[in-house]
Structure formats: C-alpha cells, structure tokens
C-alpha cells in the first residue's frame, strides 16, 4: 500500500497552516483530513491508481504547481510509494479581532458580531473571554461591524466599527463596550426605634431602589 503526505504552507510567509480541510478522490472513493498545527496531513493505504486532490482553508486560495501534482490536482500514486507533496495557499481574504466587555470591564460572553458591505456579510460567535475573529474580509473594501443577538445588552459603545483591509495586514484590538439594561431592584423594610413608644410602626418603613450599571 502507498502513503501520500500533504503539507499545507502560506505562499507568502512560508508558515504552516493549520485547520485545512484535504480531500483524495478516485472514482468511488473519498478520503477527507484535516492539518494539525505543522501543517501536514498523512493519507495511509492507498491503493496504486489516480487521485484528485482538492484543498480548502477560509481566506485563502490554492494552485497545484508542485512537480508531483497536475495543475487540476490529479496525483498518480504507484504501488508501495510514499509520495510529500507541499501545497501553497495564497491569502485572498483577512480577519478582524476584537473583544466584547462590559463598562464594568468583565467579558461578554456571548453574542454575534457581524461585518456588512456591500452584496457581503461575514460573522462570527463571541468566545466566553469576550474575544471575537470575523473571517473572510476582502482587502480595499470598506466594512460596517456591529455587535446583536445578545438580549441582555441594550446597545454598544460605539454602536458600530468601520473598518477596511489595508496592505494584507489583520485588523486587531477591536473593541465593543457592552451597555446591559438595568436591572431594579426594590428593597423594603420597617425601621423601629429602641426605647421610643411607637404608635404606629407601618408609617416607619422605607423603600430604596437600586440599579447595577454593569448588569451584575
């Protein structure tokens, strides 16, 4: 049986690139894997025959142009080979990261942040430390980010992000400042003087009112 090794590297920086998703097809047969942290993915147990490999990672494009692979991503595997093919992405698209927190500073834990522009919408899930990646942002377009989907906050500050894409960098250091809606709380009680007749201890009550800012 034969082995065929796969990595996966940025064209531009020569980086491994994690989290792409790799598919080896022949005929009926479909073999589907995804890289690690190095970049690489081993397909075990292949048969001698033609495969067609296919690759696929959010904001970034592939070409076939290694010598072992044809531009339409056909591989011809003999039998007992072991074959390293090295594939080279080129980044089309980029992301925004920020964070969501609270005016008191804790972390919103969740919600969705969502990038508008023009025919594109692009978003992404809040993490529970507040962080947030919006992927797949092209370069020289201008963007519009809001924060929703979170009932317990009322509105943000600001109450949107404008960004756009500029020299291929990532746009960081985002950020959203949560405004939770006030929570009132009502509390009640008698007040009793010691040592002093009281008449009528109903007429010596108080209410107070209090509201959490920070939604806590």
Do not use: W
Not at 35 to 55: D, I, M, P, R, V
Not at 133 to 138: A, D, E, I, N
Request: hydrophobic fraction near 35%.
């Amino acid at each position: 049986m034969s082995k065929l090794e796969v990595k996966v590297v940025d064209s531009k920086t020569g980086h491994s690139l994690e989290g792409a998703f790799l598919s080896l097809s022949a005929g009926k047969t479909r073999i589907t894997g995804t890289t690690g942290a190095s970049g690489e993915y081993k397909f075990g147990k292949l048969s001698a025959q033609k495969f067609y490999l296919t690759a696929f990672l959010k904001e970034y494009q592939f070409k076939f142009d290694h010598e072992n692979i044809g531009k339409d991503g056909s591989v011809i595997i003999q039998d007992g080979e072991h074959l390293a093919i090295e594939l080279r992405g080129k980044r089309i698209a980029f992301s925004a990261h920020g964070h969501v927190e609270k005016l008191g500073g804790h972390s919103v834990s969740f919600g969705v942040v969502t990038a508008t522009s023009i025919g594109k919408v692009e978003s992404a899930n809040v993490q529970s430390d507040g962080s947030f990646r919006v992927m797949g942002l092209l370069p020289n377009t201008d963007y519009r980010l809001t924060f929703d989907q979170n009932e317990q906050i009322i509105r943000t500050i600001p109450a949107e992000l404008n960004v756009n894409i500029d020299d291929d960098e990532e746009i960081r250091d985002l950020i959203f400042y949560g405004v939770y809606e006030r929570k009132l709380v009502t509390i009640e009680g008698s007040v009793f003087f010691e040592g002093e007749e009281v008449k009528d201890a109903e007429t010596l009550s108080a209410t107070e009112r209090l509201f959490d800012v920070d939604g806590e």
